[in-house]
């Protein structure tokens, strides 16, 4: 049996922290609940707002995904995509929950279902996947191919995950190749081309990173042209 592959496992982890650093931005300001508020859960829907659910929804399916994928090697895929979605479920409640001490965020059952909505759709994806052994081999031959193996490599491949993810919402700045400047500084073209800058400087760096995994070098022009298109 091949060695295991760490990659479901960083996935699981550091995708877990970004969405707690996601859900309970800015960390600040904490107040108890006015007395009398009901738990979320019992309150009244919110209004239906189709982006935030869609953005709920992108945002946990990737955590579904890797959590199926870390354990559906020692427990029957079906029972690791239930488990999977039972985590990511107990997950986002105690977000929405701790948000109800953060008067600048709402806690929404709306929310909620769309995020275990989003966890249930990666970890259907990844039982689909894990279930077809032939899909699995080839997944993990053109992995071992393109890429530098072991754990170092795995933790360069969760690192670049992030990044992707990250720019479902570009207001969140950590690994952020976006720029949104407010009024009072778009009208100065010295702080939008500083900025431009910035952003042009942050992607080269991530497509330097990118050519340090790639066991070839000769596919960084593809690759690189992925991303941008990407």
Known sequence: ??????????????????????????????????????????????????????????????????????????????????????????????MEWAQMYLPVRRASTIDWLANVSGAAIGACLAASIMSRPHWRRRLRRWREEAFLGGRLGDFGLTLLVLWWVMHVNPAIALFAATFQPDVAVAIDQATVLLEAAQTGLNFLGVLLFVALLLRRREYFGVVAVLFIGG
């Open 1 to 94: 049996m091949p060695p295991r592959s760490t990659l479901p496992h960083f996935l699981t982890a550091l995708y877990a922290l970004l969405i707690v650093h996601a859900s309970l931005q800015p960390f600040a300001g904490w107040l108890p609940p006015v007395p009398g508020t009901p738990f979320f859960l019992r309150a009244p829907w919110p209004r239906f707002n189709l982006p935030d659910v869609i953005i709920n929804v992108l945002a946990y399916a990737p955590l579904g995904l890797a959590a199926t994928w870390m354990s559906g090697r020692d427990a029957s895929v079906g029972r690791a995509a239930l488990r999977a979605i039972a985590w990511c479920a107990l997950l986002s409640l105690a």
